[in-house]
């Protein structure tokens, strides 16, 4: 029996558009009936067998961090060489849909709202204690986002979190503008370039969001950093 996109989307636990683009990279067989793709349920169950996790398992903070260094070409000093090793496998190896990865990231810190003003948000972006994610770091993806206005960082440890918290005098609220995240772990960098967090942090952090636009935007970043990066690790050789 042929399958529907919007079908092996929901069987894989992933968008439409996912589903899309792994027939546009041909790792999902499909054929076009009226105009539309049609998928057969026994070439969906072998993808599934073969890229989706029997349990997707959450990384720690800092093997979370390590593999969005990776994905940015970054080298995660904080890992013993046996650490970077394994990890550099498990990237290199097929690739896990979209919503594997946002689970996997999932622990890469914690974060908390809260309620800032025009000038607050700014001073807070501005800062150099901070680096952009989120809806803040939208250069990334090619696509600012809009809406009220508002921040979205991460900062290098809690007490640097206490600090600007109190220095610019934001109130601590679940529905608030304003969210900084802490890593969880020790890590050297935040950030590959000094200003936005590494592009799957990003990602994650965007897939988060309320907004169906930021977590549209967040998977198509994640898209493009599996594209981009994975076959970069897999062919560096072990440092």
Do not use: C
């Not at 636990?13 to 793709?37: C, H, N, Q």
């Amino acid at each position: 029996m042929g399958m529907a996109v919007a079908d092996v989307a929901r069987d894989l636990g992933v968008t439409d558009r996912r589903v899309r683009s792994l027939i546009k990279a041909g790792a999902l067989p499909a054929e076009k009936v009226g105009g539309v793709y049609v998928l057969s349920e026994r070439d969906v169950d072998a993808f599934a067998r073969r890229y989706r996790p029997k349990h997707v398992r959450a990384m720690s903070p800092r093997i979370a961090w390590a593999a969005a260094a990776l994905g940015d070409g970054v080298r995660p000093t904080w890992l013993r060489a046996d650490e970077l090793s394994r990890l550099r496998a498990r990237l290199s190896s097929e690739a896990a849909p979209t919503g594997a990865w946002r689970a996997q990231l999932a622990a890469a810190g914690a974060r908390a709202r809260f309620r800032a003003g025009p000038a607050q948000v700014d001073a807070l972006l501005d800062s150099p204690h901070t680096v952009r994610t989120g809806a803040s770091a939208t250069n990334v993806v090619g696509d600012r986002l809009t809406g009220a206005p508002g921040a979205d960082v991460w900062v290098a440890n809690a007490d640097v979190a206490i600090e600007l918290t109190r220095g610019l005098g934001l109130l601590r609220s679940s529905a608030g503008n304003v969210t900084i995240s802490v890593p969880g772990a020790d890590v050297d960098r935040i950030s590959a370039d000094g200003r936005n967090a590494f592009r799957l942090i990003v990602a994650r952090d965007l897939m988060l969001e309320d907004d169906p636009r930021a977590r549209a935007a967040g998977e198509d970043l994640i898209l493009h950093v599996e594209q981009e990066a994975w076959w970069r690790v897999s062919r560096r050789p072990a440092q």
